[in-house]
C-alpha cells in the first residue's frame, strides 16, 4: 500500500498500535473574565452636594443672625450720635468717643461674620478637594481593575486556543520486543474494529498479515475493504467451501504432516492424552510411509479405512486411492494377534474425523502472493467441522513457522487468530512457541477466559488487552488482573459511536475462486485515499460520521472516568480496550479506543501520550505549545512509501503574546481610560 501523504509519515513499524487514548492535556479554560465595569469597583464621586453647602451657609447665616442685629444696632446708634453731633445737641467731644465705641463694635461684629462666612467657604473647599481625590483613586482602581481584567483576558485566550488547538487522541501502543497480545472478552463488532486498525497499521507499515478466523462472524470485512481500496489483493478462503483450493501444509514432510493430522484428530476428544496423541501419531507416520511422499488427505483417508477394515477396499482401489501393493503393506503394519482391536478402534476414529479433510489441495490453483491472507469458517458449516477444519489450518501454520528462519524484523508477518479459545491448548502452545521463535507477531482473541485460556493469558512476554467481559466471573478475574485501583478516563466519543455498530452484516467473499486465468485478480486504479478510505470502506467509519454529525463539540470533549471493577467492565463500550503491558518503568496500564475512524480526526496523533509529556517537559513552559494536529484536513497522518515514519512529536516556540488589550467595548462616561492615574 502506498502512502498517499509522506509529508506526514508518523506511524512507526516497530510499535504495534491497539487504538487511541483520549487525554486533554490542557483543561478547559471555561468562560472568559468578566469585564470589570465601574459598578464593579466604586464609581467616581460626583461634585459637592449645592444642598450640604446650602445647609452650611444656613446655619452660618443662623449662627452670625445675633451678631448682624447688634451689627445694625450698633450702626443705628453710631447714626444717631452723629446726627446728634450735627444738630450740636451733643457735644462732639462725646459724639466722638460714642463714635468710636459705637463704630469698632460694628467692625469687630463684621469681622466676626467675615470669619464665619470664611470658614464656610473653607469647608466647602476642603470637602471638594476630598471628593476630586477620592474621584482620582477611584479611577485609578478602575483603570488597574481594566488592566488587570485585559491581562486575565490574554491568559484566558491563550489557555482556550492550546486547549482548542491541541491533540485529544493519542496513540496506544505496544514495542515490538512483545511477543504476543492477549485479548480476552469483547464482542464481534469490537474485535473487527480492532482487527482492523491491527491489520491497517500493519499493512501500512509496510508487513504482511495473516487471519484466521474461527469466529464465525467475518470480522475481518472491513480489513478486506479497506486492503483493497489501498491497492492491495487479499485472498480469502472460506471453509469448507475454498477447501479443495487450500494449498496450507501440502509441502510439509511426511513427520510434520502426521503431527498435524493428529492433532486435528485430537480436536473432538475432550480427554484426549499425550499417550493418545502420540499412538495416532504413530499409526499416521506408518501409513504415510506406505503412501510415499506428497501423500493427500484422501489418500491417507482410504488407507485408514483399510485399515480399520471399514468398508469394500476395492472401490479406492478403483479410484486409485491406493494400490495393491499398498493395500498390501496396510495390513501387515501391525501385526496379527490383540493389538489388532486397539489399532483398529484408533485407525477408524482418524478416519472418522479426517473425512472431513477429504477435499484438500484437490483442486489446488497458483495464487498470486498477496500481503493479507484470510482464512475463515463459515457460520453454515457444523461446529464440530468448524473446529477440525480451524485446528489443521492453526497446527498446520504452527510447522510451516516451525521451518522458516527468524524474521529480520519483528512483527513483520502477524498472525491473528480470533476466536483462539475454541484451540485446544497444546495447539495454543505450539503455535505460540513457533511464532515467538520466528519473531511472528501473534494476536489471540478469546471470546471467554476459560480455564485454558486463563493459564496462558499473559504468559511469556506478551500484553494483555480487556473488551467488554459479558460474564461476571470473567469480569471479577478481569479486574483483579488489571487492578480495581485504576481511574480510567472514557471519551462520550467511545460510547457515541458503539452504539449504532451493534452487529456485522453479510459474510465474507471468497477471493480464490474468482481470480482470473493469469492467477491475478483486478486491480483498482484509484489513487488511493486513506481518510477517504476508512470513512467509506469500513462500518465505523461511516458510523463515525453519522455519530458526530453537529455535535463535534459535544462528542470530542465531554468524558468521564471510572474504576476498574467487574460491573463497569461488564458495561464497556463495543471498542473500548484496557491494554495493559510491562515496560522497564513498571506495568502500565491504559484505557484505548480501537475505532479505527479516530485516524481519521483532526485531534488525533500516532505518537503515545508518554512522548508528548517528555517532549513538553524539555521545554520550558513559557514556550510550550500544544501538540497540534498536522495542517489541512485531507492530510492524515501516515507512513512513508517504505513504511516506516518518525514518530516524532514536535515542540515549537510560540509567537510572542500578543500586547493590544482586548476590545473592552467603550469607556464610562468621565473617565479618561487613555491616561494612567
Known amino acids: 500500500m502506498a502512502d498517499v501523504h509522506p509529508e506526514h509519515a508518523q506511524l512507526q ?83 466722638l468717643i460714642g463714635l468710636a465705641a459705637t463704630g469698632g463694635v460694628a467692625i469687630f461684629t463684621s469681622y466676626a461674620i467675615y470669619q464665619g462666612n470664611r470658614a464656610v467657604r473653607h469647608r466647602v473647599a476642603e470637602k471638594q478637594a476630598e471628593q476630586d481625590r477620592l474621584r482620582r483613586e477611584r479611577e485609578h482602581e478602575l483603570f488597574q481593575a481594566q488592566e488587570e481584567h485585559a491581562r486575565r ?37 469490537g474485535w473487527s474494529a480492532l482487527i482492523t486498525l491491527i491489520g491497517a497499521t500493519r499493512l501500512y507499515s509496510g ?92 489418500q491417507v483417508t482410504a488407507a485408514l479405512r483399510a485399515l480399520a477394515q471399514v468398508g469394500d477396499p476395492r472401490e479406492d482401489l478403483r479410484l486409485g486411492l491406493i494400490t495393491a501393493a499398498q493395500l498390501e503393506k496396510i495390513g501387515t503394519l501391525f501385526g496379527r494377534g490383540v493389538s489388532d482391536r486397539v489399532v483398529i ?13 477429504e477435499t484438500l489441495g ?76 520466528s519473531r511472528t507477531g501473534l494476536v489471540l482473541t478469546y471470546r471467554s477466559l476459560t480455564p485454558t485460556v486463563k493459564e496462558r493469558l499473559g504468559r511469556g512476554h506478551a500484553a494483555v488487552a480487556f473488551m467488554r467481559l459479558g460474564n461476571a466471573e470473567d469480569a471479577r478475574v478481569a479486574s483483579e488482573h488489571v487492578g480495581t485501583e485504576h481511574r480510567l478516563e472514557l471519551a462520550t466519543l467511545t460510547e457515541t459511536i458503539s452504539a449504532p455498530v451493534d452487529g456485522l452484516d453479510g459474510g465474507y467473499t471468497s477471493t480464490v475462486v474468482a481470480l482470473d486465468d493469469d492467477g491475478e485478480a483486478g486491480r483498482d486504479p484509484a489513487e488511493p485515499d486513506l481518510r477517504e478510505d476508512i470513512t467509506e470502506s469500513t462500518e465505523w467509519g461511516r458510523a463515525a460520521s453519522k455519530a458526530i454529525g453537529g455535535e463535534t463539540e459535544r462528542v470530542l470533549q465531554r468524558s468521564r472516568e471510572f474504576l476498574v471493577e467487574p460491573h463497569q467492565l461488564q458495561q464497556l463500550p463495543t471498542t473500548s480496550v484496557i491494554v495493559t503491558d510491562a515496560t522497564a518503568t513498571g506495568r502500565r496500564v491504559r484505557l484505548a479506543d480501537a475505532n479505527p475512524a479516530i485516524l481519521t480526526f483532526p485531534r488525533t496523533t500516532l505518537g503515545e501520550l508518554e512522548d508528548v509529556k517528555d517532549a513538553l517537559q524539555r521545554v520550558p513552559e513559557q514556550q510550550q505549545q500544544p501538540p497540534l494536529p498536522p495542517e489541512g484536513d485531507d492530510d492524515p497522518p501516515w507512513p512513508g512509501p517504505d513504511g516506516a515514519g518518525n514518530g516524532e512529536v514536535r515542540v515549537e516556540t510560540p509567537v510572542p503574546p500578543h500586547l493590544v488589550p482586548p476590545n473592552l467595548g467603550p469607556p464610562p462616561a468621565r473617565l479618561d481610560w487613555r491616561r494612567r492615574r
Open 207 to 298: 508487513g504482511h498479515l495473516t487471519v484466521l478466523d474461527l469466529s464465525e462472524g467475518a470480522i475481518a470485512k472491513d480489513l478486506i475493504e479497506l486492503a483493497t481500496r489501498g491497492g492491495d489483493d487479499p485472498l480469502v478462503w472460506v471453509l469448507p467451501v475454498d477447501l479443495p483450493r487450500l494449498d496450507l501444509g501440502a509441502t510439509l514432510p511426511p513427520e510434520a504432516f502426521a503431527d498435524v493430522l493428529a492433532h486435528v484428530v485430537s480436536v473432538s476428544e475432550e480427554h484426549h492424552t499425550t499417550r493418545d496423541l502420540s499412538f495416532d501419531n504413530a499409526i499416521l507416520e506408518r501409513v504415510l510411509e506406505v503412501l510415499g511422499e506428497n501423500a493427500t488427505i484422501n
Open 153 to 189: 483576558y490574554r491568559d484566558w485566550e491563550e489557555k482556550k486556543r492550546r486547549f482548542e488547538q491541541q491533540v485529544s487522541w493519542y496513540a496506544v501502543a505496544v514495542p515490538d520486543e512483545i511477543d504476543r497480545i492477549d485479548v480476552a472478552g469483547g464482542t464481534l463488532p
Open 345 to 357: 478402534e484408533r485407525a477408524w476414529a482418524l478416519e472418522s474425523q479426517l473425512r472431513k479433510l
Open 362 to 437: 484437490s483442486e489446488a490453483v497458483r495464487l498470486p502472493p498477496a500481503r493479507l491472507r484470510v482464512i475463515s469458517m463459515d457460520r453454515q458449516a457444523g461446529v464440530l467441522g468448524n473446529r477440525v477444519l480451524g485446528t489443521y489450518v492453526a497446527t498446520a501454520l504452527t510447522h510451516i513457522l516451525r521451518q522458516s528462519p527468524a524474521s529480520d524484523r519483528p512483527w513483520y508477518h502477524t498472525i491473528i487468530v480470533a476466536g483462539a479459545d475454541k484451540l485446544r491448548g497444546d495447539v495454543l502452545d505450539r503455535l505460540m512457541d513457533a511464532c515467538e521463535t
Open 13 to 95: 513499524a516497530d510499535r504495534i498500535y491497539l487504538g487511541w487514548q483520549y487525554v486533554l492535556l490542557y483543561p478547559d479554560p471555561g468562560p472568559p473574565p468578566k469585564r470589570p465595569s465601574p459598578g464593579d469597583v466604586p464609581g467616581p464621586l460626583p461634585a459637592v452636594d449645592p444642598e450640604w453647602v446650602r445647609r452650611e451657609k444656613l446655619q452660618e447665616d443662623l449662627l452670625n443672625r445675633p451678631v448682624r442685629i447688634f451689627r445694625a444696632f450698633m450702626v443705628i446708634v453710631a447714626l444717631m450720635i452723629f446726627a446728634l453731633g450735627v444738630t450740636e445737641m451733643l457735644s462732639w467731644s462725646f459724639a
